[in-house]
Nanobody
Framework: QVQLVESGGGLVQAGGSLRLSCVVS????????MGWFRQAPGKERECVAA????????YYADSMKGRFSISRDNAKNTVYLQMNSLKPEDTAVYYC?????????????????WGQGTQVTVSS
């Protein structure tokens, strides 16, 4: 059984930083791309960032470029999302997900397994 456990969310002031972590078990972590998504109240879930199986390729949504950084440690079965210069509009539940293959995808349908989510709240 594949399990994803996110951590690192919380309340932070605008301009602050948080680092999210997601530990994956039950699957050969290094064989799959990973993604971070978020869903704000009343909005659809969107892809924030994604990383290929090796970590050699990454994707960022336009509004995250220069502020967020995705990375992975295949030895620890963990993917990270470093979030800097946080804004109130970054407030959302953040989810990590395991892709169906090695390549990067931005659409939910290409992700097979999901974590339970971690709340990030940015105060102004």
């Amino acid at each position: 059984q594949v399990q994803l456990v996110e951590s690192g969310g919380g309340l932070v002031q605008a301009g602050g930083s948080l680092r999210l972590s997601c530990v994956v078990s039950g699957r050969t972590f290094s064989s799959y791309a990973m993604g971070w998504f978020r869903q704000a109240p009343g909005k659809e879930r969107e892809c924030v960032a994604a990383i290929s199986w090796s970590g050699g390729s990454t994707y960022y949504a336009d509004s995250m470029k220069g502020r967020f950084s995705i990375s992975r440690d295949n030895a620890k079965n963990t993917v990270y999302l470093q979030m800097n210069s946080l804004k109130p509009e970054d407030t959302a539940v953040y989810y990590c997900a395991v892709a169906q293959g090695i390549g990067i995808h931005v659409y939910e349908k290409w992700y097979a397994y999901w974590g339970q989510g971690t709340q990030v709240t940015v105060s102004s």
